[in-house]
């Protein structure tokens, strides 16, 4: 299984006066990570254009298990659970560094791969194939 | 059915470099929405730490339809759609005001009521259940 | 004097867990009300692509003198102070609705004017003018 | 000069339509930095607490020189620069981290040490006064 790790921290921009983090952040640190999986496969805004594609979220589901709180250290982790010809769905979830087992949020978002025309079109050959098929990364 | 509709701008904050609103910011306006109803029935903070009760979001569900732009004036539209003993789950969705027939984003939201010891506590008798019921608001 | 003023209401995403609104949060607020104003007088995207140009924020200068809590109705109040050739300098103030008295925010923002090689260009003459010598809006 | 060096990247969420980072998300960064800078000094909320004390914000002047851009990696550099009684003043910029010299932003903040009853108290002895003083981080 190929999984991509993303560190972070939790600051006070993210918290509540409830003194969690405020729930749509989580989104935030879910497209954090894959952005940053992205950049480290090159697949990166120039190879977006040059491929004339860019992404769409298309949907998102969240489960809020246990609160993210004030200074937290993170770990967001993240696999390709589906790849289809126009679309690509990531299973992530964010745990404690310091208590792996401990999983505060998990999300599924479905990504579609869209033409200039706004219109559905075939994700390129690309690394993200590689690691769907549990290639080395 | 009762609904509770609730009018909103979208403003350059919003937005991102796409030139589109940014995925997790409807989770905002869907949260907005559901403050502002709350607010009108009189399910205040007040009112909740009188109640000794504290709402927590659960999980959310959103499909992203058509996206939101600069400058949009949108609608949010909200109700109740299942009321359980110890939570509460809104549909809602995100429209244009000026082509109501345009829906941009749905979501639904569950979130359960918690006692001061974080428990899972039954929800007060309060105007929600009427509004579930179909009475008037 | 020419003075707009815009109501905003604070909800959870705006606060922080010390309870009350975040401070870069003000300068999303500040700027709600200046969009909406411009929105207002007509100066909005499709008047700036037919001047060719766009406006950048080149400086803020914010006092924070009283926290916004949960669930305040506020005002921004906004007025240009300094209208030059190629910027123009708002000050806006934050308020309780219901104690106008009660300034929570100052902001002084200076804006430039560019042009579509990003040069600074002659703020074209429109409505602002006429607010910033004091006839009516 | 005790500096404290801050690096982060901009992620999509840090942008909006014009393609450049929203103004206000710099006052975040900056944020980050000095909470970084403050956990990693032992002058964590905890401390703060056992301290009784805590601290608000008071002013924050920002310059707008250059704009930062998607995936951009950055640094933020922070300094104290003046250190009273009650209060602490932050000097800190923004620049490419593959081009030091190119500083995109700079800010300054003033914040204030408060007590239980937000009354302003002396900040109490700890290595911000080392810090300084130009005395080894």
């Known amino acids: 299984m190929n999984e991509f790790i993303f560190p972070l921290r939790i600051y006070i921009e993210d918290t509540d006066y409830t003194g969690i983090v405020y729930h749509s952040n989580y989104?935030?640190?879910?497209?954090?990570?894959r952005s940053e999986w992205m950049?480290?496969?090159?697949?990166?805004?120039?190879?977006?254009?040059?491929?004339?594609?860019?992404?769409v979220i298309r949907s998102a589901t969240l489960?809020?298990?246990?609160?993210?709180r004030m200074s937290d250290q993170l770990q967001v982790v993240s696999r390709?659970?589906?790849?289809?010809?126009?679309?690509?769905t990531f299973e992530q979830y964010l745990r404690l560094s310091q208590a792996p087992d401990t999983v505060l949020c998990t999300a599924e978002v479905k990504?579609?791969?869209l033409d200039n025309t706004s219109r559905p079109t075939s994700l390129p050959q690309c690394k993200l194939h590689d690691i769907f098929?549990?290639?080395?990364a």
Chains 1, 2, 3, 4 share one sequence.
Not at 27 to 33: D, S
Not at 133 to 136: L, N
């Open 80 to 88: 390709v659970s589906c790849l289809k010809r126009v679309s690509v």
């Open 133 to 136: 098929m549990g290639e080395p």
């Open 27 to 33: 989104l935030k640190f879910f497209e954090r990570a």
């Open 39 to 55: 950049l480290g496969l090159g697949l990166d805004l120039a190879w977006q254009r040059e491929q004339e594609i860019y992404f």
């Open 111 to 113: 990504i579609a791969c």
């Open 63 to 68: 489960e809020f298990l246990k609160p993210a």
